[in-house]
């Protein structure tokens, strides 16, 4: 499932480090290819690091308190009285299954010849 439980805060910053790598390599690639300059793609991309990984941090601690469609926040509802009763589908007659064999009372296990 999609659901988890809270997370470390040292979780939730190694996790916005990593992902800010993969996005400044990203950053510094489409800087590189608008300006055609390095410096200027490799300044682009180091200031948007630092500024993203701070910002995803807080994004993170903020969602870390939203107890919206949480597993550990989700409580277990009993049965409505009203409910609809379990549909139980008729069984098609024929041959008696081999459970229904066993269970009768005339069943024992065939002779060896």
Do not use: C, N
């Amino acid at each position: 499932m999609f659901l988890r439980a809270p997370e470390a805060h040292s979780r939730s910053l190694i996790k916005a480090v990593t992902w800010r790598m993969l996005g400044s390599v990203d950053t510094f690639v489409i800087s590189y290819f608008v300006t055609g300059r390095l410096l200027f793609a490799g300044t682009i991309a180091s200031v948007e690091t630092f500024t993203k990984i701070m910002l995803y941090y807080f994004h993170e601690q903020a969602w870390a308190r939203v107890p919206f469609g949480r597993a550990d926040k989700i409580r277990a509802t009993p049965p409505s009285e009203h409910a609809a009763p379990p549909v139980v589908e008729p069984r098609i007659e024929g041959p008696p299954t081999q459970a229904e064999r066993r269970a009768s009372p005339d069943w024992a296990p065939a002779a060896l010849p």
